[in-house]
């Protein structure tokens, strides 16, 4: 640890939760350099959804190099560029009737962000967009502008401006008709509050303490945006590539962003890559207005289109379903029981327990390190950190996620007997 904590800046984060040196991985398990084994409940924060090192996408990375594909090409026209968005197309977009174009950004989410606001106020003239309480959406300036949380927003060193925060969907807020709010706003010309460009949302706030907005709820937002001129744009950098059950998180509510940021889990391979998917008629960029020196990630594409044949191959959507039952049901079962205030949210296979009426952060850093110490990699989100949530790879054998989820239930009997008695 002492070469981190000497030469690693304070920024450093997960290695404080999770303390140990990591030497390998594979699918769902990471080893220590001392041997220990971790399931992953983690994925890298979404970003490997496919597992680690998952063997179909590494033979396909492994011969892309053996045989010197390039490694880098900024936005050049290449074979694997090529072969990715034929894939993509076919695989992703035909099936489902969409027409996008594709717009390869800066290798982080954050970037595929950046240029999703930058389109919509460029293409509207407008300068207000309205985010979300609860987001998350990166933390360059302008995402980190569209980014709820006071902690990631101190950290900006000037003022955030032109977002403008709703209430996100009625879930969350009990009681609240948030879309109303929302069309009232918009319908009030003494609101004060300047028409967006764009409304940027999350189908699932996965920072925000796993907060799924219902299918409802969404027809709701989309019309809004089409009745008011109003650009909508899905972030499914964290909770798309199959996350929830299908490719894109937002097809449970049959509903058509008008541009899609994707990142994390689309190289298939955690390698990094970011993406919009644009309606053709908003494509009005001029040549490199959102340049930068690796967009296009040369192996990523290899490896995110070997990671569509795989999910194909593997029926990566019904596996989904299939875990989603098994996983809300050893929770509602066996962990909401623990204490009448757990409330257990999700879908597919991302689900949060909120312990923010049982103990809050305090409670939830303790079940995180105990599930650690008794080897399971688990992550906090949402308010005050006080929602555990449980983020496997989708490819996780069953029997592990059996014994993640037995691991989690001990530590939150062992740490909340005294809340229970
Ligand atoms: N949007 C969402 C929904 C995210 O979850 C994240 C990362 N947690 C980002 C954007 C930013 O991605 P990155 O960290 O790669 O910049």
Known sequence: MLTFEKHE????????????????????????????????FFAGAGALNYGHNNDYIKAALLDYIEKDGLTHGLDMYTEAKRMFIDQFVSSILEPRGLDYKLQFCG???????????KLARKVKGRTNVFSFMGAYHGMSIGSLAA????????????????????????????NFDTIEYIERILNDDHSGIDQP???????????GGVVPASPLWLKRLEQLCRAHDILLICDDIQVGCGRTGNFFSFERAGIVPDIVALSKSISGYGLPMSMLLLKPELDIWGAG???????????????????????????????????????????RKNIAVIHEQIEIRGLGMIWGIDLSKVGGSDQVERIIKGCFQAGLIIESAGRN?????????????????????????QVMLENLVSVVC
């Open 197 to 207: 460009a764009a409304i940027i949302l999350e189908t699932v706030q996965a920072e």
């Open 107 to 117: 290798s982080t989410g954050t970037n595929a962000v950046e240029a999703a606001l």
């Open 147 to 174: 980014t709820s949380d006071a902690g990631s927003r101190k950290g900006a060193g000037l003022p955030l401006q032109n977002v403008t925060f709703m209430p996100y969907s009625d879930g969350w807020m009990d």
């Open 9 to 40: 800046s304070n920024v450093r984060s997960y290695c404080r939760v999770f303390e140990d040196v990591f030497a390998k991985a594979k699918n769902d398990r990471i080893y220590a350099e001392s041997g220990k084994a971790y399931i992953d």
């Open 385 to 409: 950190n006080s929602v555990i949530k449980i983020q496997p790879p989708l490819t996780i054998k069953q029997e592990n996620l059996q014994e993640g989820l037995r691991i989690l239930e």
């Open 289 to 331: 207005e959102h340049n930068g020196t690796f967009r296009g990630n040369q192996l990523a594409f290899v490896t995110a289109k070997a990671a569509l044949q795989f999910r194909e191959d593997i029926h990566m959507d019904d596996l989904v379903r299939k875990h989603e039952g098994m996983i809300e049901q050893t929770l």
